[in-house]
């Protein structure tokens, strides 16, 4: 569930187009409504985002059509962001004249001062009143009321998660769910990718290392970890970190 997966999801659909043009009749409002609907009743910039994000697999707070349900489901569950927009995020637009939630589009990247979104029921040329497509649209920072930032899982933890799983079946790990757990969380900072660096020099399980520092030492040795002090500070700050350490530690040698 990641942030690439949908800005992908949403790319390959540039140039969808309504049939017949300006009608609202778009393959995303039948998935969202569930028949084919038409009309001035069925703008569709939301109903896109709904549909890239299912197709993703990507959970929102609210399954909705409205620009504006969607702002405040964000804000409700804490994750409704207003600067330093992301690749991923639903930015929600108010345009001059509209109202507070005028359309809608997913992020594919940003700058300090503008985005490039990948939008529903806009067009190539102009505004967003002339819709028809799914359009590549770069817009300022100042057209922009904020942003839903899903709780995706990013390209470090899928790898760590997998890494986990090798690890497990190495016999180097005991308890997987318990460091997915973990992981998911963000529970131990870096944890991530302490787990996708050891996995990459383990090839199976040895005899634990006989302290957390023994441990550093060899994890240090073997190129997983550069930054020995930040481990020797932290590694009693979340319960059976420690043991980890000296199950990778003494892995690796």
Same mark, same amino acid.
């Given at each position: 569930? %990641?942030?690439?997966k949908?800005?992908?999801?949403?790319?390959?659909?540039?140039?969808?187009?309504?049939s017949?043009?300006?009608?609202?009749? !778009?393959?995303?409002?039948?998935?969202?409504?569930g028949?084919? !609907? #038409?009309?001035?009743?069925?703008?569709?910039?939301?109903?896109?985002v $709904?549909?890239?994000?299912?197709?993703?697999g990507?959970?929102?707070?609210?399954?909705?059509? #409205?620009?504006?349900?969607?702002?405040?489901?964000?804000?409700?569950?804490?994750?409704?962001?207003v600067?330093?927009?992301?690749?991923?995020?639903?930015?929600?637009?108010?345009?001059?004249?509209?109202?507070? *939630?005028?359309? /809608?589009g997913?992020?594919?990247?940003?700058?300090? &001062? $503008?985005?490039?979104?990948?939008?529903?029921? *806009?067009?190539?040329?102009?505004?967003?009143?002339?819709?028809?497509?799914? /359009?590549?649209? &770069?817009?300022?920072?100042? $057209?922009?009321?904020?942003?839903?930032?899903?709780?995706?899982? %990013?390209?470090?933890?899928?790898?760590?998660m997998?890494?986990?799983?090798?690890?497990?079946?190495?016999?180097?790990?005991?308890?997987?769910?318990?460091?997915? $757990?973990?992981?998911?969380?963000?529970?131990?900072?870096?944890?991530? *990718? +302490? +787990?996708?660096?050891?996995?990459?020099?383990?090839?199976?399980?040895?005899?634990?290392?006989?302290?957390?520092?023994?441990?550093?030492?060899? +994890?240090?040795?073997?190129?997983?970890?550069?930054?020995?002090?930040?481990?020797?500070e932290?590694?009693?700050d979340?319960?059976?970190?420690?043991?980890? +350490? /000296?199950?990778?530690?003494g892995?690796?040698?």
């Amino acid at each position: 569930m %990641t942030a690439k997966k949908v800005v992908t999801t949403a790319v390959g659909e540039l140039g969808t187009k309504e049939s017949p043009a300006n009608s609202n009749r !778009v393959k995303y409002n039948t998935w969202y409504y569930g028949r084919e !609907v #038409s009309g001035a009743d069925y703008p569709w910039c939301m109903a896109f985002v $709904q549909w890239c994000f299912h197709r993703a697999g990507v959970p929102l707070p609210v399954k909705t059509a #409205s620009c504006g349900a969607l702002m405040r489901a964000a804000k409700k569950a804490g994750l409704w962001v207003v600067k330093d927009f992301r690749p991923g995020d639903v930015v929600i637009y108010d345009f001059p004249g509209g109202g507070p *939630t005028d359309h /809608c589009g997913i992020v594919e990247k940003a700058t300090p &001062t $503008q985005v490039t979104a990948i939008e529903g029921n *806009t067009s190539d040329i102009g505004s967003q009143s002339n819709g028809g497509m799914v /359009c590549r649209k &770069t817009r300022s920072y100042s $057209q922009i009321v904020g942003a839903l930032r899903p709780s995706y899982r %990013t390209e470090t933890n899928v790898s760590a998660m997998a890494a986990i799983n090798k690890l497990a079946k190495l016999g180097v790990i005991a308890s997987p769910d318990y460091w997915k $757990q973990a992981v998911s969380a963000g529970k131990v900072k870096y944890l991530d *990718t +302490l +787990l996708v660096q050891a996995e990459k020099k383990i090839q199976h399980a040895g005899e634990r290392s006989s302290s957390t520092e023994n441990a550093i030492g060899s +994890l240090v040795g073997a190129g997983v970890i550069t930054s020995p002090e930040y481990w020797l500070e932290h590694c009693r700050d979340y319960p059976n970190l420690g043991a980890l +350490l /000296c199950a990778l530690g003494g892995a690796v040698k």
